[in-house]
Nanobody, 124 residues
Framework: QVQLVESGGGSVQAGGSLRLSCAYSRYTTNNYCLAWFRRAPGKEREGVASIDLFGTTDYVDSVKGRFTISKDHSKNTLFLQMNSLKPEDTAMYYC??????????????????WGQGTQVTVSS
């Protein structure tokens, strides 16, 4: 099982930036798909971005051009750089992992391991 711990959330005004981090357990091999999801109040959990073994990334349309997912395996850390934030980005953000070389899209049921989440609040 992969241990995942998010950090970096906070409150920011619209147009601002935040960088989320997700520390994963050192026993995690590089053969994992890693992803960020979010859940806004009253809404379903939504996949935001993913990165696979090969470094291939994928994004939900609403964040393309604004968010960047990356990982530093030497530091066992996944990142989500969020720029040009909008009030509709307000949500609890979670990192997730599954032991697959390629990411299985943004179906939350496909991901086995989850962090506790970090809150992002964007004010207008």
């Amino acid at each position: 099982q992969v241990q995942l711990v998010e950090s970096g959330g906070g409150s920011v005004q619209a147009g601002g930036s935040l960088r989320l981090s997700c520390a994963y357990s050192r026993y995690t091999t590089n053969n994992y798909c890693l992803a960020w999801f979010r859940r806004a109040p009253g809404k379903e959990r939504e996949g935001v971005a993913s990165i696979d073994l090969f470094g291939t990334t994928d994004y939900v349309d609403s964040v393309k051009g604004r968010f960047t997912i990356s990982k530093d395996h030497s530091k066992n850390t996944l990142f989500l750089q969020m720029n040009s934030l909008k009030p509709e980005d307000t949500a609890m953000y979670y990192c997730a992992a599954v032991g697959l070389h390629r990411c299985p899209g943004f179906s939350a049921d496909e991901y086995r391991d989850w962090g506790q989440g970090t809150q992002v609040t964007v004010s207008s």
